[in-house]
């Protein structure tokens, strides 16, 4: 079992700023890809980034790409969401979760067994 839990959401207005975090326990963390995933209202789940088991390769969604960065801590058992140049649309609740590292598949967020309860980000325009 891993338990994952959010933080660091909030509201800013468009333009700004934003640095999720992801805090992890239980099972071997590094055993883990980590992936973030976002909801609108209304809106199905819809990928963000990931990030795997090393931190050695990252892929992000058309729609962030260049505007946020993830990044992971294995000692620490964390997996950050730096979010920059922040867009009304950014607007939703982000969660984060964990898939066996075996596998390069991280859009489809069936492939994840573990997710956190989420954290809302509101961007004002």
């Known amino acids: 079992q891993v338990q994952l839990v959010e933080s660091g959401g909030g509201l800013v207005q468009a333009g700004g700023s934003l640095r999720l975090s992801c805090a992890a326990s239980?099972?071997?963390?590094?055993?883990?890809?980590m992936g973030w995933f976002r909801q609108a209202p209304g809106k199905e789940r819809e990928f963000v980034a990931a990030?795997?088991?090393?931190?050695?390769?990252?892929y992000y969604a058309d729609s962030v790409k260049g505007r946020f960065t993830i990044s992971r801590d294995n000692a620490k058992k964390t997996v950050d969401l730096q979010m920059n140049s922040l867009k009304p649309e950014d607007t939703a609740v982000y969660y984060c979760?964990?898939?066996?590292?075996?596998?390069?598949?991280?859009?489809?967020?069936?492939?994840?067994?573990?997710w956190g309860q989420g954290t809302q980000v509101t961007v004002s325009s």
């Open positions: 979760a964990a898939k066996p590292a075996q596998s390069w598949e991280v859009v489809r967020s069936t492939f994840y067994d573990y």
């Open positions: 990030i795997n088991w090393n931190g050695g390769r990252t």
């Open positions: 239980g099972r071997t963390f590094s055993s883990y890809a």
